[in-house]
């Protein structure tokens, strides 16, 4: 909380620019966001597992509500980073900036709504004996968004944003050019699970790496302050 508040009062210290304080907000909106929902899986892996799901669902409803709730924390962090990054990213590539939005401000925030919504239902579903066919259906959906739909929008947008980001050089090109590898390798795992691959989920952690290193670069260092000279002396 500290911690937040502190960078908080920095985003907003007299003579700060526009640029810098979006990405210093960038940066915090990327960690808050994967980190919640890292905790989210870390809460709901005890209770989502194995065929007794339900009743471990009866047992502990909390903590899949906590787990819902940081779903929605995450996606709601997440959806905001493009909505912040829009105003600087549409004087370099304006349909590039906007693809980010629709992909990872709109698409991927109605997925983790919708998961969430679905782990909120079998609260009640657990406690009713005759439920069992229809919470094995909101599983299925689940399962169906989080391993397959919910990836796709999530690295479509990453490739979009880090193409942006490597054209206009607005953060060092190795990192970028990470970003873009990363996301490439992240769209593996959901089209093989489309052909019965599960154990291709690991392909997806190097993304997460590389958001979390640039989250701390944006809040450390900004945005490259030549590519913003560069712009704005068009």
Request: aromatic share 10%; glycine share 10%.
């Amino acid at each position: 909380m500290h911690t937040n508040r502190g960078i908080a009062v920095a985003a907003g210290k007299p003579g700060m620019s526009a640029d810098r304080k979006a990405a210093v907000w960038i940066g915090v909106l990327y960690i808050i966001g994967t980190v919640a929902f890292v905790l989210s899986a870390v809460v709901t892996s005890a209770v989502l597992t194995g065929p007794a799901y339900l009743a471990q669902v009866a047992a502990q409803p909390n903590q899949l509500a906590i787990g819902a709730l940081l779903v929605l924390l995450a996606g709601f962090a997440l959806a905001m980073v493009p909505v912040v990054f829009w105003r600087v990213g549409k004087r370099y590539n304006e349909t590039l900036a906007m693809g980010y939005v629709v992909f990872r401000g709109a698409l991927e925030t109605v997925m983790y709504i919708v998961g969430a919504l679905g782990w909120l239902l079998l609260i009640p579903l657990s406690t009713q004996p005759d439920a069992a066919p229809l919470a094995g259906f909101v599983r299925t959906v689940d399962t169906v968004i989080w391993d397959q739909l919910q990836p796709i929008p999530f690295v479509l947008g990453a490739l979009m944003f880090y193409v942006l980001l490597y054209q206009s050089r607005l953060v060092p090109r190795w990192l970028s050019a990470w970003g873009l590898v990363a996301a490439a390798l992240g769209i593996v795992p959901p089209l093989g699970g489309m052909f019965g691959l599960s154990s291709l989920g690991v392909l997806v952690a190097p993304l997460f790496l590389q958001e979390m290193v640039m989250a701390v670069w944006l809040i450390a260092k900004g945005f490259n302050p030549s590519a913003i000279a560069a712009e704005s002396a068009r």
